[in-house]
């Protein structure tokens, strides 16, 4: 069972002006990095929101992590490394995250009762061209 199942969203909520998201996002067309910061952003709110520290997550190790191992470069990866290795904080030698379980969201009409207890990692599978989209 979907674990938000009986929640009755609200109309509206920003985990923005909440001040839970908000970093500022770069420009990832060349390295594609982007499911790395999308994962910490929402990890690290995740963990403000309940919380459990106010540090901020070190996106880089993802990045190094798949690389290094060859792995593919999307937020599966980086999820189960947080969940079998842990995410180094910034700023600390001995502090690691980790994750004891994720669940994919499966249809639309789950999205807003996930969002109204966290903000939400969303995937887009791009192809080459709109990679190459100027507009």
């Known amino acids: 069972m979907f ?3 009986n929640t009755i ?6 985990w923005k002006e909440r001040g839970f998201v908000g970093k500022p996002f770069s420009d990832f067309s060349f390295t594609g990095d982007c499911y790395a910061l999308a994962t910490i952003t929402n990890l690290d709110a995740y963990m403000k929101i309940r919380n459990l520290y106010k540090g901020s997550l070190n996106w ?9 191992n060859k792995l593919p470069l999307n ?3 980086t999820f189960s490394y947080a969940m079998d290795k842990g995410i180094g904080i910034e700023n600390s030698l001995n502090q690691k ?11 639309e009409s789950q999205f807003k009762k996930v ?3 966290q903000p939400l990692c969303v995937g887009i599978l791009s192809t080459k061209s709109m ?3 100027r507009g």
Not at 9 to 14: A, F
Not at 98 to 107: F, G, L, Q, R
């Open 60 to 68: 880089e190790e993802l990045v190094e992590y798949t690389l290094e």
């Open 97 to 107: 995250v980790c994750i004891d379980s994720y669940e994919v969201v499966a249809h």
């Open 9 to 14: 969203p609200p109309s509206r909520i920003s």
């Open 75 to 77: 937020a599966f990866t």
């Open 115 to 117: 969002v109204a207890h």
């Open 131 to 133: 990679e190459e989209h």
């Open 3 to 5: 674990m938000y199942e």
